[in-house]
Structure formats: C-alpha cells, structure tokens
C-alpha cells in the first residue's frame, strides 16, 4: 500500500507511488475541503458495491480496486458521477463523498480513523 494522504485547510491531497501509480493510473489527486460532503469509515465489500463499470485503472475482484469507475444508482449520486478507488485488501477503508468529480473517492490508508477526523475537524 503507497497511499499518502496530506489535509490542510484548503484542501485533501492524496499521493499515490509505487505500483498504485499504475494501478490507478493516476499519481495525485486534489480535492477541495469545501467540496467534501462527507467521510467516513467504511467496509471495503460496501465502498466496492457502489461500483458501475471500470472506466480506466484496474480491478480483480477481492484483491485489488485501483482507477477511476463508474457509480452505480445505489451510491445515491446523481447519474453520470464518477468514483476514484485505490483500494487493497484493508476490510476497512475512508470513503468520502463529493461535490466535485469525482463524487466518490475510496482510500486504503494505514489509519483511516485519523483521515476521516482529520477531514470532518
């Protein structure tokens, strides 16, 4: 897992290297804190359930979830919203969701606890 994630007041910036650069096909992502809408704590089976179709990056199923995908009517989104997952085999992963694009990010961290109070603080 090479998942690094920096929140200062303006804004989350999560920082992938190694293979989830790869993975993912995506080095970086800035999210506005004004945009952020929620975060929580979430089980991975339920984060990766909201999923639609993979648009690019990959996934095998209970393994490995890295890119950018489509949301399914069940995450509650509006139609055409997008999700950036970068996601192992943690059972427990930060799921926020957004204003922006992409709607929905899901994050493997090593302590997903102190990213969401650190994002809702």
Known sequence: ?????????????????????????????????????????????EVVSLLRLRLYGSFVPGLLCAGTFSVGKKAGLPRGSRAFMSIQRAKQVVQITTN????????EVANPEAVVSALQG
């Open 1 to 45: 897992m090479a998942v690094y994630t920096e929140v200062n007041s303006q804004s989350l910036v999560v920082s992938l290297t190694g293979l989830d650069v790869v993975w993912a096909l995506k080095r970086r992502l800035v999210i506005n804190r004004a945009d952020i809408v929620s975060a929580r704590v979430a089980p991975r089976k």
């Open 100 to 107: 922006s694009k992409p709607a929905l990010v899901g994050l």
